[in-house]
């Protein structure tokens, strides 16, 4: 085979043995499914700009649990990672729940193994366990409340002050909210690869080169850096931030994708992503990235990989995840 030959069509063998002519105009393609199929495109601030562009409901992990259960649609999309697809499935269980690949997993969710996280709540009966979204339906199933990086505060304070608390799985994010609500929640020793790698060596060089430059930081990000922010906030938060506030120049210290839609609501602003403390020049998540426009289409048209989830294992995953919904509805966070 010639190299024109070669590139007459891409084989997504980890996927499926199909072959995509290169020809063919992914975008049109995906929207006639959607037609076709009545499907919903939901996808994360942090995937590649072709799927946020394609998407029909963008958001961050909040927004993407009220729109899955809100949804009308026969097949939802989930462009994102394993544990938000559980999500959707979870709070639409009659609904077909795709992933474009199986592989897009979770460093966070994967730091809270559910047995062991089964063992260490045994050994502390008296704390209701709020566990963050970012983990999977085993760990919800075990949990009182679930909630997000939007949510989290509201959610603490919705319980009384004297009530003991195990946060999980993110220390990162709890330790922060500790500080914020002046609670001493039992953490979880779990985190996101991603938010853990930042350099607060290189992003304090990165101010000294842009010294009008904001740092807006994920609750995700390690103490230090959170310290060395100017505003903090969930994937929402920072990006109606960086579209509100005055400032001209912002280093971002999240996942990278973000940095689409703030150039797109802000296009006259500067967006610096804030570099890992290795050799790469921004901080990309492996497992988001593996959504690719590609693998999207052949989602929608083969209806593969889907998410399958045992009824009681959905059940019991599902009561924290509605009281969430139900105290963040009350506190005025969601309509």
Not at 72 to 81: E, N, Q, W
Request: charged share 25%.
């Amino acid at each position: 085979m010639n190299i024109a030959e070669a590139k007459k069509s891409v084989v997504f063998k980890g996927f499926l043995d199909v072959e995509i002519d290169v020809h063919l105009d992914l975008f049109a393609e995906i929207e006639r499914l959607k037609k076709e199929k009545n499907a919903i495109i939901l996808a994360h601030f942090y995937q590649e700009p072709d799927i946020q562009d394609v998407a029909d409901f963008l958001g961050d992990s909040l927004g993407l649990a009220q729109k899955a259960q809100s949804t009308t649609a026969d097949m939802i999309v989930f462009a994102g990672v394993h544990f938000m697809a559980e999500t959707a499935k979870i709070l639409n269980p009659s609904k077909k729940v795709v992933l474009p690949d199986l592989k897009a997993g979770c460093s966070l969710a994967d730091s809270a193994p559910a047995d062991l996280f089964r063992a260490f709540k045994k050994k502390h009966p008296d704390h209701v366990v709020i566990s963050y979204i970012n983990c999977t339906a085993e760990i919800k199933a075990l949990s009182d409340i679930i909630c997000t990086s939007s949510n989290a505060e509201k959610i603490i304070e919705s319980l009384p002050a004297e009530q003991k608390i195990i946060f999980a799985p993110d220390k990162n994010l709890g330790g922060y909210l500790n500080k914020k609500t002046g609670r001493n929640m039992l953490l979880w020793n779990g985190a996101c690869m991603v938010h853990e790698i930042f350099s607060l060596q290189k992003i304090t060089k990165l101010k000294v080169r842009h010294p009008n430059a904001k740092v807006i930081a994920h609750p995700e990000c390690e103490e230090a850096v959170l310290r060395a922010a100017d505003f903090i906030g969930s994937t929402t938060q920072l990006l109606k931030y960086s579209a509100a506030d005055h400032a001209q120049e912002y280093i971002v210290a999240t996942e990278t994708g973000i940095l689409h839609q703030m150039q797109k609501d802000s296009p006259g602003k500067t967006f610096i992503p804030a570099p890992p403390n290795n050799s790469c020049g921004c901080n990309d998540c492996p497992y988001m990235k593996l959504n690719t426009l590609e693998k999207l289409y052949l989602c929608m048209e083969y209806e593969i990989p889907e998410i399958i989830m045992d009824e009681e294992l959905r059940l019991a995953a599902k009561k924290p995840m509605d009281r969430m919904l139900d105290i963040s509805r009350k506190a005025g966070l969601i309509g």
